[in-house]
């Protein structure tokens, strides 16, 4: 640590001049810490990549001691299963969050407004689900015997549509970030209610829809659980249900040792084997890892505007 | 009345605006919450939710009887909590204070940019990279040490691999939010210290961790509304569902989502679920009650 020496160089901004010991060490432990969070994604990476013989012999490794396309060759011998289930994870991804980001902010627009009375019900209204919620089971009953929605897209879609945090991220940006004075000069200018909003507000909001919505995008892309629920046919399956299907179908021949072996070998390249494993995990996270730098400051600004609430 | 009449007219504009939330809550959160009667019936998928018989409070007789179960889950889902909520609240801090600290801040923000993006990995993902870790014959820790651990029957290991799972899921994510209250920490205050003479560890003490506290208790009181919930994802994937690590492993929420695709014991997991909500909604109220008493401005309602 270096002491201060009372000249000129005080003026400077005061972190510059502390590259001392401490910070390496402390340096040290971050890269540590970084170690730790970033190899087990690099494994999935070399695991895709490794021969499958190396694996079952030495297992999984960092350094494998042949390489291999073959995993990444037999994840393409999904083939249509694959291309159908990413276009049904990207369908569910766009569409879920580009709904959810207009509903929600139209919402948030509407409590926000002031002069409106039914405001005050209608954001105890958005607030009583976050307090208490009836639970998976009776979503499921209602949802599958009620609504009929057994196996229907809508059930990955609706269910992470709407979430009281989000709306409410959403009206404290307005609250806070948008003047008021904005949308009563473009009424005055004869504006309409509806033309307010979509010509005013939202293009203002953008900062907090890019937020809000990378975060949900994220959501819909990784729910495995209500597909695992609702969803049945090969048609509809999006990738995270894929990925568990894998894992079941492993379990099935890890448990059933009386599999004939003529019927593992007509099985033939669908057992799946460690290495094509990973490079589906790897066709199934990689997007995500490709987008988020691009996203990691608006998110960062939104997680932060959320807890600030208005 | 007639004046509010008056003012909803001339605000219809709103109303139809708020109309698809209102619906989408109405029929994917509302209509459940009814849902929860499954409680006080003996519940039969073919005569459905309202045709069931009531059966009064017998499937919570049957709750309490069936101790071993119901206090399990109930027991872990509380022991992850608190694992979870100490251990993360803990590292966040920690390492949000560190990233501030260290000068280098180019390196810094990568550092930062890949400890978070293991929360956007999906647990269903997770599971087979936990797999390659500690799977018997071709984990990389048993094959580096050669220790032969049965890690996927052996319940006992599980409380704290999870443990690490989560660390490793979510603490670079959530310190996020702990650095933007570093950033907004006044640098006079510092300087003040160090023409003082307060060194680095004393500056910690006494600016960087005062100014945290609010937002910690805020965080640990909000989380006591989520603490009948947990992470399903770690449960049900991570441990594959695997019923030898149940007694170790299995939370409210994992037991459910098994009733479920078992299509069984619906009484008992009714009743289960209806205990889960309302101690939910319980606890939700006293952390929202505790936090408005401290700092207002952050209480949710």
Redesign the interface.
């Known amino acids: 640590m270096s002491k201060r020496k009372g000249n000129a160089a005080d003026l400077a901004p005061s972190k510059k001049e502390k590259k001392g010991l401490g910070q390496y060490i402390l340096g040290f432990f971050l890269l540590l810490y970084t170690l730790f969070c970033a190899l087990p994604v690099v494994l999935v990476f070399i695991a895709a990549f490794s021969d499958e013989k190396s694996i079952t012999q030495n297992g999984f490794s960092f350094f494998p001691d042949k390489w291999s396309m073959a995993g990444i060759n037999s994840v393409l011998r999904y083939g249509s299963q694959l291309l159908t289930s990413y276009g049904i994870t990207i369908f569910v991804t766009v569409f879920g969050t580009a709904l959810g980001l207009l509903v929600m902010s139209m919402f948030a627009y509407s409590i926000s407004r002031k002069e409106f009375r039914l405001s005050k019900f209608l954001s105890i209204y958005l607030l009583i689900p976050m307090l208490f919620n009836g639970g998976q089971l009776s979503g499921y009953v209602i949802f599958t015997s009620y609504y009929g929605l057994k196996d229907s897209l809508w059930l990955l879609i609706l269910p992470l549509c709407v979430s009281t945090m989000n709306v409410i991220i959403l009206r404290t940006y307005i609250a806070n970030s948008i003047p008021n004075e904005l949308m009563e000069a473009a009424k005055i200018d004869g504006a309409g209610e509806y033309r307010t909003f979509f010509q005013i507000t939202l293009p203002l909001l953008k900062p907090s829809l890019a937020a809000v919505g990378f975060m949900m995008a994220t959501a819909y892309w990784n729910d495995w659980q209500n597909a695992l629920l609702y969803i049945t046919s090969d048609n509809k399956k999006p990738l995270q249900l894929l990925l568990v299907n894998i894992q079941k179908s492993i379990e099935f021949l890890l448990n059933n040792s009386n599999v004939p072996a003529s019927a593992r070998a007509a099985m033939g390249g669908n057992i799946p084997q460690y290495s094509s494993t990973m490079a589906t995990v790897l066709v199934v996270i990689g997007p995500i890892m490709v987008v988020y730098p691009f996203f990691q400051k608006y998110f960062v600004k939104g997680l932060t505007v959320g807890s600030v609430k208005g | 009345m007639k004046s ?1 009449l008056e ?2 007219w001339k ?1 219809r ?3 139809v ?2 109309l ?3 619906l ?2 109405f ?10 009667v ?1 409680a006080f019936k003996s519940f039969d ?1 073919s005569k ?2 309202w045709g069931s018989p009531w059966c009064g409070i017998d499937n919570f007789k049957f709750l309490l009887a069936s101790k071993n179960t119901f206090v399990s889950i109930t027991k872990n889902t509380l022991m992850y909590y608190v694992i979870f909520t100490a251990v993360g609240t803990f590292l966040n801090v920690v ?1 949000a204070i ?2 501030d ?4 801040k180019k ?2 923000k990568v ?1 930062q ?6 929360v ?6 997770v ?3 936990v797999y ?2 500690i ?1 018997t ?4 820790l ?2 580096t040490f050669d220790m032969g651990i049965r890690f996927y029957s052996t319940a006992s290991w599980w409380p704290l691999i999870l443990t690490i799972v989560k660390i ?1 899921n979510s603490v ?1 994510y959530g310190s ?2 702990y650095m ?1 209250v570093l950033a907004g920490i006044d ?1 006079e205050l ?2 003040a210290a ?2 003082d003479g307060a ?2 560890w004393k500056q910690i003490w006494h600016i960087t961790l005062p100014s945290l506290i609010p ?1 910690i208790t805020v965080m640990l009181l909000l989380s006591v ?1 989520g603490i009948m919930r947990s992470d ?2 770690l449960f049900y ?1 991570v441990t ?1 569902n695997s019923g030898v690590l149940y007694s170790t492993t299995q939370v409210i ?1 994992s037991y ?2 098994n ?2 695709f078992k299509n069984s014991n ?1 009484g008992f ?2 009743a289960t ?2 205990f ?2 309302v101690v ?2 319980v606890m ?2 006293f952390a929202n009650g505790m936090v408005r008493k401290i700092a207002p ?5």
């Open positions: 509010f003012n909803t605000h504009a709103h109303v605006m708020a698809p939330v209102f989408i809550l029929f994917i959160m509302y209509v459940p919450m009814a849902g929860l499954m998928f459905g939710i390492l560190a990233i600290q260290f000068v280098f390196v810094a550092m940019t890949l400890m978070i993006i293991p956007f990995i999906s647990y269903a993902a599971q087979f990279i390659a870790f799977s014959d071709t984990g990389i048993n094959n490793w670079g996020v939010l933007s640098t510092y300087e160090q023409i060194n680095k937002m509304g399903t994802g994937q594959r929420d459910v989502l009733a479920i619906f997991t009714a679920s209806f889960q909500s939910g909604l939700m109220l401005e952050n209480a949710l309602f």
